[in-house]
């Protein structure tokens, strides 16, 4: 199940371009084009690095290879929800902070 359709194209795919650029043809949408310039490669390369590992491994199964991307984006997302928490709560206070927390976990 997709949860925002656009994720692939601007990261997943983009991953998986800069992993398997020379085994596979992978469609990138036109904004990825160097003639426009609107995106750098700085995130995709993050979640990349899994599967490179793996890669050379030998070890780049679908499964393996998808679910290191997500996980390296949970990572992320693991440090925003921390440092949210710790500025909340240097704004506002403890309670504030886990009510904002709270809040931003189920929306």
Request: glycine fraction near 2%; proline fraction near 3%; aromatic fraction near 18%.
């Amino acid at each position: 199940m997709m949860i925002h359709p656009d994720e692939n194209w601007q990261s997943l795919e983009i991953a998986y371009n800069l992993v398997y650029h020379k085994d596979v043809d992978t469609i990138m949408s036109w904004e990825w084009y160097k003639f426009y310039g609107l995106r750098n490669h700085l995130y995709p390369f993050w979640l990349s690095i899994p599967a490179r590992v793996l890669k050379l491994c030998y070890l780049d199964t679908n499964m393996l290879v998808v679910n290191s991307m997500y996980l390296m984006h949970c990572v992320l997302w693991v440090f925003g929800d921390v440092y949210f928490f710790k500025f909340a709560n240097l704004l506002a206070g403890k309670q504030c902070a886990l009510i904002t927390l709270c809040i931003s976990l189920t929306s």
